[in-house]
């Protein structure tokens, strides 16, 4: 059975149960029209003023045939927990997982077997599909380290593949092989020479073409913070629940904020861009960001999936400028 995910959980419990986890993020924004799945969601009465990934989920679920759903209640957003009641009272069954308020490895532990209670996975199933995805992900880090050591990855390559780890598209096996014979290819480049390095940091942008304009820009985007998260690269030195403990995103601010500032430290970055969208609660953490950050930070907006608009551009470009002054 496919169960729809709308933010990275432990995806090793809903293989181990048998079934296929399906982020429903991804499958939004990769849809055809993604402003039409957006529409949908409105007409069902979906505020304008709430966050586009909300309504294109909603939207995902009215045109895809996916009745189970894993709502991340704590550790994500209050909006999911609105979604999660909407497709409840649709019909969906609804399975809430939380993460703890802090990154406590007992509380996890317990998040994690409430889980693989629900979907009645049991625990050595669970280590074999650890085992399974872990190589996976360090093959995942491999492809970050070409991305920003050996600049033969770019950053749009780095962010599709770490993005689509939080349910590897379905198909571990398939994930891995098209993995490998990327990363065969990509080892076989010249690599490319940018006058500026960058790192993008907050949820994954809603923009289609953020990543060619900053290449045309001159700009590499060696750091790309949450979907490197969602890839938990230190996974295979770790248990499940310390592998999840280590995960920033649903955890207090300062953990992203030292992990992003490590990453300026480590990577050579020259500044960072914040994507904030709109209507989300973590347009306010921005504030933490700008007081806290080592280098140079820009704080972008969207609303809604498009290209770059030129007011967006302009900025882009003249923050450019700056970091190459
Ligand atoms: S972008 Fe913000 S408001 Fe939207 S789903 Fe993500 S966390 Fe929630």
Redesign the pocket.
Known sequence: MNIGI??TIPIEVVYAAGHTPCDLNNLFISAADPSHLIRQAEDAGFPQTT????KGIYGVLLENKIDTIIIVSGG??S??IALGEILKHDGKRIIPFSYPLKPDLKEIEQAINKLAGELGAKPDKIIACKQQLDPIRIRLAELDELTWQEMLVTGEENQLHLVSSSDFNGNPELFSTELENFLKNARKRQPTKKGVRIGLAG?PPILSKLYSTLDELDVAVVFNEVPRQFSLPWASQSSLAQQYSRYTYPYAVHGRLNDINKACKERNLDGIIHYT?S????QIEDILFKRTLSVPTLTLEADQPGPVDGRTLTRIETFIEILKG
């Open positions: 709308t933010s966050c586009a990934w909300i994500d957003c909006n999911s949820v969208q209507f989300c609660f973590r």
